[in-house]
């Protein structure tokens, strides 16, 4: 990727700066106040802007009544060490931070309501249901300045979603992949070699039986694994047919026995070397590489770009219908959206932001690391999220709970 919002934000501030001179020279010379009553003009505007800056504030404190808590729940791994802490120390506002393992826990708490949540991280496929079925608050835009920051072409895919962009700010995205400890895949291979679709690592039983003795790790949750494996197929990730999500629960039966591993945190089981292949999240692998190269491991991850493309997610922050403190909730996504926090997440977690105003603060090599913000070539072949229907969500558990079973 290419740091273009440079030279965006380099352009604006030309262009702002260009239009300033030319207003000050076009000033009529008989309407130019003398030096000494611009100087009385200037004070009065600024104790006017002062007090009005004031008021703003003032009002704004007055607004805010709300107790000083904020209660977040997230995905695990998913925010930046020092981010809630300097949110705290900031605002006064007391954070409780939990986390939830997978989209359908967190769908079943807003569905049972008074969760006590603020802010929830609902993935798109998930949170076009919430909006539909009215679990979600409108986010107040005019409490969330910041929300210029993120980038419009983003916002217009997640508008697929969230048509106006009224109810979801992107968290972080990244997309469901094949990682691999590749010493370790090759010697459990022996003489095959690695296949050039990616997803034959974990589908294909053929590799899956050779790949069971250095340990198959899967994420946990029918939407996670079902998709993914209809994609193998070559049916839709997204589809909503029944027969269609039993194809790959019959497909999925025959790789069951080999699989080691079902977990939503998987970063140091490949790490630390118990799992040498996964289905899993780019960015959770991301952190896995680095954490082995801190551990001082002799075990390299390497994330991959299947040449069908992987499964594409965006997370969002969202306000609860029945939330508390959405005033709170909506101070922190004011902050979130501040080019240094927003990049702050970057920089630890190696998940890609929407934040285009931050990417000037983001580590250059995070940047230009193709299995962060994935390049153009590879983003056409991803899968965009979309939306199932109950029926195909309750289908799906159906067939993964038979899976796990390995009935
Ligand atoms: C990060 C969680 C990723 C969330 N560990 C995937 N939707």
């Known amino acids: 990727m290419k740091r273009n919002p440079l030279l965006l934000s380099l352009f604006v501030t030309l262009s702002a700066l260009a239009m300033t001179a030319c207003g000050e020279k076009n000033q009529p010379v008989a309407n130019a106040p003398s030096p000494a009553a611009s100087h009385a003009v200037a004070q009065a505007a600024s104790a006017a802007a002062s007090a009005a800056l004031a008021a703003s504030v003032a009002a704004a404190a007055a607004v805010n009544n709300e107790e000083k808590v904020l209660n977040i729940y997230n995905w695990p791994d998913y925010i930046a060490s020092d981010l809630i802490s300097n949110f705290e120390k900031e605002t006064g506002i007391k954070v409780n931070y939990q986390t939830f393992e997978n989209n359908e826990g967190l ?52 508008a697929a979603v969230d048509p106006g962009n009224d109810y979801l700010m992107p968290w972080a995205w990244s997309y469901t992949t094949v990682g691999i400890n590749k010493a370790k895949v090759l010697k459990a291979l022996g003489s095959t070699p690695l296949p050039d679709n990616v997803w034959e690592l974990v589908f294909n039983p053929t590799y899956t039986a050779k790949l069971k003795s250095c340990g198959i790790a899967y994420l946990d949750s029918p939407t996670e694994v079902i998709p993914p494996a209809m994609h193998y197929l070559g049916k839709n990730p997204y589809s909503n047919d029944a027969a269609d999500h039993q194809a790959a629960g019959a497909m999925l039966a025959k790789v069951r026995p080999h ?39 002799p075990n390299v991850i390497d994330v991959l770009l299947p040449r069908s493309g992987g499964l594409i997610f965006f997370d969002s922050l ?90």
């Open 107 to 158: 769908h079943a708490k807003l569905v049972a309501g008074n969760s006590g949540f603020d802010l929830v991280v609902p993935g798109a496929v998930f949170a076009k249901s919430q909006i539909d079925g009215g679990l979600l608050m409108k986010l107040d835009k005019p409490k969330i300045p910041n929300l210029s920051n993120l980038d419009p072409a983003i916002m217009g895919k997640l």
């Open 259 to 297: 699989i080691r591993i079902f977990s939503s945190t998987m970063i140091d089981d490949l790490a630390g070397g118990k799992a040498c292949v996964a289905l899993g999240w780019a960015g959770d692998m991301n952190i896995a590489r680095s954490r082995a190269v801190e551990n001082k491991s």
């Open 318 to 407: 969202a306000i609860p219908k029945d939330a508390q403190h959405p005033k709170n909730a909506a101070t922190f996504i004011n902050y979130y959206l501040r080019p240094e926090v927003s990049a702050s997440l970057t920089n630890e977690l190696a998940y890609a932001t929407a934040n285009k105003a931050s990417l000037v603060k983001v580590k250059p090599e995070i940047v230009e690391n193709k299995t962060v913000f994935v390049d153009e070539e590879n983003l056409k072949k991803m899968v965009s999220p979309s939306s199932f229907s109950n029926e195909a969500r309750e289908s799906m558990s159906n067939v993964y709970t038979q899976f796990k079973k390995g009935k």
